[in-house]
Structure formats: C-alpha cells, structure tokens
C-alpha cells in the first residue's frame, strides 16, 4: 500500500502518527488525572468503538459523486458525552477494526481522527462547553449554541486540511483547490448529520433509557444505541435506493443491446446516438440537470418500433406503403407511452415523442412548429438523422460525414432545429464529432453491397 | 376477516369503557400529546421487501401502551387509523379500516397482558428495570399482529397460510424491532420531559422522535418506490419482448405472478423470490434474438428448432451485463431443464435452480391454459393433470404439487377434483 505513495505523503502520514499518538497520550494522561481509571470509561470508549463502526460500514455512493456515512452523528454524539480522550480511543480503534486488512492506512486515519477530534474538544472546551459524561451538567438543556458551532467548525476545518493535504502530497496537485472540493462535500454532511449527534447526547442524559450492569458502575447507554438505530436504517435503504436505480439504467442498457440482436442496426444506434447525443448538448449548452433525461431519450427513442412490428417494414427498403409509412409515424407515441409506463426518469416520454417533430410543423405526431419543440427532442432527431445518413440502412446509402453535414445544413429550420445543426458543423469543423461514426471507408458504398 | 373485526372492536369498546385511563400518564394532555403524535407517525407508512407497509404510528402506540395501558394506546390507534385513511385520501374500504383497528388493538391487548403479567406497571419506564417486559410485550405485539394480518391476506389472496406467516414475519422483524425502539425511546423521553425548560418538554419529545422517525421514513420510501417502478420496467420490457410473438400477450405478466406466489408456497426467502418474479417478467426475452417469422411458425425445420431453443441461453446472455440480475439469468438459462436430466443443458433435479424449475412447470401451465403457439386452450384442471403426468420426467413434483395447492386455494380447481385425478393416475 504504502510502496505506491510518493515520499513526501509517506513522511507527511509518518508525521500525522507521530502528533496522532502523541496527542492521545496526553489526552489520555489528562483523563487518568482527573477521574483515574475506571472500567465505566472503558466500557464506554468500546461501546462507541461498535457503533462508530456499525455506522461506518460500506458508505453509501452518491450518484453524483461523494460518499456519505452516518459515522459524523456518532463521532459528535461521543465527543459531546464522553469528551475527546474516549472519543478518540474509541474512533482510533475503529479506525483499525475497519481497515484492518489496510494496516498503514487504518493506522493513519486512526491518527487523523484523533487529532481532529482533540481539535473539536479543544474549540469546545475553549467557547465554554462541558461534556455530559465527565462533568455534572444540571437538568436544561444542557448544550449551548456557541461552543456546539466551535466544536463543529473545528472538526471541518481540521478533518477537510489533513485529509486534503495527504491527497496533494499523494496526487501532487495543489493543495487549495483540493481542499476546496473536499470542504464542499464534508460541510453539508456535517451540517445535516451534527444535530443528530447532539440529539443523540441528549437522549444519553436521559436516565430511565440507561441500562445499569449489576455490582459495577458501568452504564449502558441504551437509548443512545436506540436513536442509532433508524439512522442506520435509513442508511441502508438509501445505500438499496442508490443501488436500485444504476441497476434499472443497467437493465434498460441491457435491452437496448437486446433489440441489438435482432435487429444488428438498432443496438448499435443506440449506443452511438447516446454519445454523439451528449457532444451536441454540451456543445450548445444543454442544461446538465437534463442531461440524464436526454441521454436516456436518446438511448430509447425508437423503442417504439419494436413494438409496431417494424420488422417486415424495414426489410422492405425502399417500397413503403402509406399503411406502413402511418405505422411508422405511430411508434415516437407508442415509445412515449412505453417510458411513461416504466417513469425512470421524469421528462423522457416527452423528448421521445417530440423526437420526430421538425421547425416546419411537418414533423409527426403532433405537428410542432419550431418554438414549440423542446430542444432536446431536436437534439435526438439531428443526431438521429445525421447518423442515418453516415451508417448504413437499408433504404438509404451510407454518406460521407461532410456530406450529411451539407445535407443537414439545407435543411437547417425546415428539418432540423439551426441551432443544433450549427453546433454539429462546429464540432465536425474540429473533428470531435463522434469518433467511430460513418464517413469512414468501410462504411462506403463499396463495403455496401 | 369479520371474527377478527368484531373481536378488536367489541375488545376496543370494552377497554376504553373500563378504563383504567388514571396513573401518572393518563392525563387528556397526555392523550391529546399521544394522539397527535399518533396521527403523525400513523402517516408515515413504511413500505418493507415483500410489498406489505408497516406504519411507524406503531413506535406512538407501543410507548403510550406501556405508559398508560391498552385502553388509552387502543383509542389513539383507533383515531390515528381513522384519521389516516380519510387524510391520505385513499380509497379505502371501510371494512379495511375496521379491520386496521381491531388487529391492532387486539395486538395491544395482548402486549399489555404479557406486560402486566410480567410484573410490570402502566406507568414511566425506567430501562434497567423493565427491560425483560418492554421485550415480552413487544414480541406478544408482533406475535398476534403477524398472524392477524397473515390470516386475512391469505383469506384475501387465497394463499397457504404457514407460508404466509413465516414470510410475513421475516419481513416484519427488522422494522418491527426499530420501530419498537423508538416506541420506548419515545416512552423513555416523556417521562423525562419535566426536567426541559417549563413547556417546552412535550415539543424536545415529539421533535426528538419525529426526526429519526421521519428520515427512517424518508429513506425506506424512496427505496421501496425504486424496487417497484424497477419492477414496472421490467413488466413493460416483458411486454415490449412479446410483442412479435403473437398469443403471448400477458404471458410474462401471469407467469411471474404465478411464480411469485409458488416461490412463496415453497418458502423462498425474499430474496429469492424477487428473483424469480423478476424472471418470470424475463423469462422469453431471448425470444428478441430470434426472427419473427420462426416465432409464428407452427412448423420448424431442424434448423429453425435449434435457434428456437437457444432463447433461454440468449435470455441470459442479454441479462449478464447486469449484475444484480445474475441469479435470474441463471433461471432464465436454465427454465426449460428436465427433472430427469433430458434438457437442453443435462441438469437433473435439485442441481437445476429452484426458480427455474418454478418458470417450467409455470410457462407450460399457462402456455396450455391460454393456448399458445395455435394449440386450443387447456382447462386448469386438464393443464394441471398434464404436469402432473410428467412429474419427475419434465417437471418438478415439488413445483407441480405447490402450483395446485395454490389453484385450489383461489378456486380456479376444486380439491375434489384433484383428488380424483390423482387416483386416475
């Protein structure tokens, strides 16, 4: 593990350790001093060891990037009752429970923990805060604003530096902007799960949810294991949602490759529309919000053919009868209807059936003139054509790119929304129009027949 | 259904009649506290595996049970369900309702007497001393609701009901036992209210359960709304599969029911009975890589037959990609073994999944029922007689004999006749 780093992160983790160890000595020394040694303090450092450990397991993955444990609640919760001496034997070991298999990492961010959390009870003790455990505080409510505000601000701040600061050593990128994108993601996090903490050492305070063990003075804190509890929950099935729903995109991949056997040209154009789909709205600025909505759409937008029985159609050619040209024209709707059914992601249904809608109002099926389509379905429909055109399909040769940009071009406001055929030009002008798209000699009429 | 009803009812009137509402907690602001809070969590419905809810108003009834008695917790629970179905705006039946209410007051007249019987008082909870009957009650609570609602759902849905029962109970446990938690995080904090700033106590308590509560909510929600448009998804691609192979509309849809409720019969875990839904969803999507034209063909050439039955095979090569369905494309690669090892892969009895032997036995009794491929609709009984003279050789026993419990339990068969087939064979 640690052979790959640079040596610079190397002796920075080495010098983290060394402050790590040094500060949970004297913190410990401190404790020893004040209260001597008791098996309750014990008890309780092993007993949020387990829960900070229960709480840590398995992050949950954001879809968007981040990670996202509940272990925040816990940490603050214990500082807050047992003060940062037992709190720091407590995360340290459950450093090392976790990442036992990581020894050099475990051992790191067992030190880290330790300093942070000194940090956090230092700014805590310093604005005037007292810990329930080690200290009677009277019945009220027991927390105040100002020190809980410190406590937390310096948990950030230091947690987000030290851990910023290996990544720029081991990345060898600068520090600041590192820290930036680490501090945009542990701020909220904090934000959201501190007030657990504090609910948490609340409920410690609670005497009828305390369990004591017969003949000693150790205290159970029931209650504060029971507040965890639907916490945890939560997790889980978050971790179950976040899961879920790359499992169902997965599954809708899968089917477009499916309708890929039957038909070699569908799965194929699928999978390259979605690409060039992408490269065209970033090119004009399609909002990103939309853009899972867009790529999707443009994944599915003819799903509704298989439906229709496209199949004898399409091995016709060129000789189409208006009854298949009007079965044709049904699938965007039959499409819009079967997404809608399956509600993956909202907005989909309705780019696909807008996808076969032209600025001129000739489009199908609703006869849309140019300001009244979304641009997205624009998008599908110029990608579409502008891949029809460059690939091989039966009723039509394939083209040269230059061609179908020329094609396009004509028929820019008529067919095809201008905005996006010009986005298109430009991104062929500099060559990053798609990269195994047509125009290429096997494509050629030769390859063809 | 109506025993269940009259006795929760006639067991509420009479609770509530004789009381005892007295002691330190019975007071109407601490009815009025309870129901409130009642009235809130009782929204909060939380969906579980397996498609059944629990509603987190339980954590509300259990605390004031233990609090104030069954008479005080049954009468909150009665309003709280009310409420909660005129508020959400269902369309509910109202004997739906009047059953909600009575099970769960017969639930908590059966956790109060397990907590009174232990030794225990109505009254504040102290943890250390009233852990043994916090416990006790608590799983007399889950007891005789699980079995309430067992019965009615199998009665409803016409199922097996051991089967039922451990199902239900499984997928119970884990909330049961967290919404418990909460009920006595609930009862323990409102004994304590009066140490908080005068007034304030009650809104440190409700604001203190609603969060975790709310976000427990929250979260199992947005999980279970996912499992179930994944399921929709994949009822619609199973349509958009049958599509080209005409007199299969529906097919996949009645099969995965079917399945679902046979896996259920033969005591699958959750899990597993997901997988084989979903796989009776899927089961002829390999049918996408094989030409229309052969589809509709009564007739097949050699040729023709070979490619026709690659689909299991081409089913679960379209599914591997996605990895949390790899136990369905085995059911799917494997749903036309014989029990007897005479399919296309040579697998023999329990080394052939369980699932796919279910989506065997299950295709074919629908494949004849509604008669496809142009073969004329089978009677249940006559498709059931069919399976079961292949026992063994195609199909599994074990599936065949569990698919004509469960015919039987819906009265698509009469046991009689069952009987009878039997003897002929």
């Not at chain 1, 410990?28 to 008890?43: C, D, E, M, Q």
């Not at chain 1, 968007?64 to 720091?88: E, H, K, N, Q, S």
């Not at chain 1, 065209?280 to 399609?286: C, N, P, S, Y």
């Not at chain 2, 899990?271 to 229309?292: F, Q, T």
Request: aromatic share 8%.
């Amino acid at each position: 593990m640690s052979q790959h780093l640079s040596r610079h992160a190397r002796l920075y983790a080495y010098a983290v350790v060394a402050v790590g160890a040094l500060v949970l000595a004297a913190l410990s020394i401190n404790l020893v001093r004040a209260h001597g040694v008791k098996a309750s303090h014990i008890f309780l450092a092993i007993f949020f060891c387990v829960l900070m450990v229960l709480a840590s397991t398995s992050p949950v993955r954001l879809p968007r990037g981040g990670l996202v444990t509940v272990a925040f609640a816990v940490d603050f919760a214990a500082l807050l009752i047992a003060g940062p001496a037992l709190t720091a034997w407590a995360a340290a070991l459950s450093w090392i429970v976790l990442l036992r298999k990581h020894p050099f990492y475990a051992i790191a961010n067992a030190a880290q923990t330790v300093v942070v959390l000194a940090a956090a009870g230092g700014a805590y003790e310093w604005a005037g805060g007292r810990y329930v455990f080690t200290s009677d505080v009277a019945a009220g409510v027991p927390f105040r604003v100002g020190p809980l505000l410190a406590a937390g601000a310096a948990y950030i701040f230091v947690n987000s530096l030290l851990a910023s600061a290996f990544v720029a050593l081991k990345q060898r990128r600068p520090l600041l902007g590192i820290w930036q994108v680490n501090f945009g993601w542990l701020t909220p996090q904090f934000v959201a799960l501190a007030p657990f903490g504090v609910l948490m050492a609340l409920v410690y305070r609670v005497e009828e949810l305390r369990l004591l063990v017969p003949g000693t003075d150790v205290i159970i804190p029931a209650g504060v294991a029971l507040f965890l509890v639907p916490l945890l929950w939560a997790r889980f099935s978050f971790q179950g949602y976040t899961q879920m729903r790359q499992v169902h995109l997965d599954t809708i991949d899968a089917l477009a490759r499916a309708l890929e056997g039957h038909d070699q040209y569908h799965g194929h154009h699928a999978d390259e529309v979605g690409r060039l789909t992408e490269e065209v709205a970033r090119e004009i600025g399609f909002p990103e919000s939309r853009m899972d909505a867009l790529r999707l759409a443009a994944r599915m937008h003819d799903i509704g053919k298989c439906f229709i029985g496209m199949e004898p159609i399409l091995k016709k050619g060129r000789d189409l009868t208006e009854e298949d040209w009007a079965n044709i024209r049904k699938h965007p709707e039959i499409g819009a209807k079967i997404i809608r059914q399956m509600k993956v992601i909202p907005g989909v249904a309705e780019i696909v059936r807008s996808s076969h809608e032209r600025p001129d109002g000739k489009g199908y099926p609703d006869g849309l003139t140019a300001e009244q389509i979304d641009v997205a379905a624009m998008i599908v429909a110029a990608v579409d054509a502008y891949h029809a055109m460059t690939s091989d399909r039966s009723y039509r040769k394939a083209m040269l790119a230059a061609g179908a940009i020329a094609e396009m071009r004509r028929n820019a406001g008529t067919q095809f929304d201008a905005r996006v055929v010009e986005a298109m030009a430009a991104l062929w002008t500099r060559g990053e129009l798609g990269d195994e798209m047509g125009g290429r000699p096997e494509h050629d009429d030769a390859s063809d027949t | 259904m109506t025993i269940v009803i009259g006795a929760g009812l006639g067991g509420l009137l009479l609770t509530c009649w004789r009381g005892p509402y007295g002691g330190e907690v019975g007071g109407l602001t601490d009815w009025l506290f309870f129901l409130f809070m009642g009235c809130l969590l009782d929204m909060m419905v939380v969906p579980m595996a397996g498609g059944a809810a629990i509603s987190a108003g339980f954590a509300v009834f259990f605390a004031y049970l233990v609090l104030a008695g069954p008479a005080a917790a049954a009468s909150v629970a009665a309003l709280a369900t009310i409420s909660t179905d005129l508020l959400t705006r269902r369309q509910v039946p109202v004997y739906r309702t009047l059953f909600n209410i009575a099970h769960i007051t017969l639930s908590l007249l059966a956790g109060g007497a397990v907590y009174r019987a232990l030794g225990a008082d109505y009254g504040p909870i102290v943890l250390s001393a009233h852990i043994g009957q916090l416990a006790a009650a608590a799983t007399a609570i889950f007891a005789v609701e699980v079995t309430t609602v067992s019965i009615a759902v199998a009665l409803e849905r016409r199922l097996p009901l051991r089967a039922l029962w451990t199902a239900n109970a499984r997928a119970a446990l884990p909330l049961d036992s967290a919404l418990t938690g909460i009920g006595v995080l609930l009862a323990g904090l409102y004994g304590f209210r009066h140490q908080i700033a005068s007034g304030l106590g009650s809104v440190f308590v409700a604001v203190m359960i609603l969060i975790p509560s709310a976000l427990l909510y929250y979260a199992s929600r947005l999980y279970a709304d996912m499992r179930r448009v994944y399921a929709r998804t994949l009822r619609t691609l199973a349509s958009v599969g049958e599509a080209k192979d005409p007199g299969s509309e529906g097919h996949a849809i009645r099969v995965a029911e079917l399945a679902f409720d046979t896996s259920q019969a033969l005591n699958c875990r959750q899990p597993e009975a997901e997988m084989i839904h979903y796989a009776g969803y899927l089961h002829d999507i390999g049918k996408v890589g094989i030409p229309g034209d052969i589809l509709r063909k009564h007739e097949l050439t050699d040729e023709e037959r070979r490619l026709m039955r690659s689909h299991p095979e081409l089913g679960a090569k379209i599914l591997h990609p996605v990895e949390f369905l790899r136990p369905v494309a085995d059911i799917i690669k494997y749903h036309h073994e014989h029990a007897d090892g005479t399919g296309p892969f040579g697998l023999v009895d329990d080394s052939i999944p369980r699932g796919a032997r279910i989506i065997h036995a299950i295709e074919r009794f629908d494949g004849l029922v509604y008669g496809r491929h142009g073969r004329r609709p089978m009677s249940p009984l006559a498709a059931i007689d069919y399976l079961r003279q292949r026992m063994g050789g195609k199909y599994d026993a074990e599936v065949v004999e569990a698919l004509a419990r469960i015919l039987v339990a819906r009265g698509v068969l009469d046991a009689a006749d069952l009987v009878e087939v039997l003897h002929a064979v």
